[in-house]
């Protein structure tokens, strides 16, 4: 992405194996191809936006940045608590008091522009604006093209399918 828009790409490495708790960070775990209806999937990584954000936010404030922008959705999603609205809020807030910025009335605005929209909107939004829909995807697998078999998979694939459109990356 950070090459298709011709913008620096920072690259800070966390290592969550180090912690596990899903099947995402742990090899010993299969990733499941359907979750099941639990009400926190085992895919559901521990903290993993919170220290994503708290990372952002960080490097906003060393770069005297206004804003950071998560793509976290609360609607067609798998259930993880930290992909709601109710988190981005209490997360700003919180960033506001931690960091310098915040306390001299000048706190990193944190967005979550998808965070109320459904998959079909968001694949809906991102052909109105000419996003290269063809580079994105969130596949459980990892890998260099979507498995097409993980829930996020599914869910992506249902999204392009309730917007009537083709998904470039499958």
Known sequence: MADH???EQLV???DASKWGGSTLTDSSIDVPTSEG???IPA???PARNL???SVAVGIAEVRNLDAVVIGVNALDYSGYPDCRPEFVRSFASTAALALKRGVEGRPVE???PLVDLGKADIVRLGMELG???RLTWSCYRGGDRPCGDCD???LRAKGFADAGVVDPAV
């Open 110 to 112: 944190v967005k979550a």
């Open 5 to 7: 828009y011709g913008v």
């Open 43 to 45: 895919t559901y990584v």
């Open 12 to 14: 800070v490495r966390i």
């Open 37 to 39: 209806g639990e009400s």
């Open 152 to 154: 996020a998979c599914a």
């Open 51 to 53: 220290i994503f954000l």
């Open 131 to 133: 996003a290269p829909l």
